[in-house]
């Protein structure tokens, strides 16, 4: 259910915020790092899904009223839901914490 990516990047995050602290460069560049991934889960990903979805009805409407002679549809890749990335942040934080002070 929760998204590894938005898990993995937030953890990382925490990690790096913990051990050395929030005001080094290498925690700056890995929020960086996890503000690029968390976009990607929740925009990118979700509208090229939706997109690919939309396109495949399309082509099998004009196949079905003869206007492509040959249709093969294109891969529809999801992305994750608004939760599952919630989801993954809270637990990649949850076991960066955990790691940093264990």
Do not use: W
């Not at 460069?25 to 899904?49: P, Q, T």
């Not at 399309?58 to 079905?64: S, T, V, Y």
């Amino acid at each position: 259910m929760p998204s590894s990516h938005s898990a993995l990047v937030t953890s990382l995050c925490t990690t790096i915020g913990f051990r050395d602290g929030i005001h080094s460069d290498i925690f700056m560049l890995s929020l960086c790092f996890f503000l690029v991934v968390i976009r990607d889960a929740f925009g990118v990903r979700r509208s090229s899904g939706i997109q690919s979805q939309r396109m495949n009805k399309i082509g099998r409407e004009l196949a079905e009223k003869k206007y492509l002679d040959e249709y093969e549809p294109i891969k529809e890749v999801n992305g994750h839901t608004p939760m599952e990335v919630i989801c993954g942040c809270i637990l990649g934080f949850f076991i960066g914490m955990a790691f940093s002070l264990l």
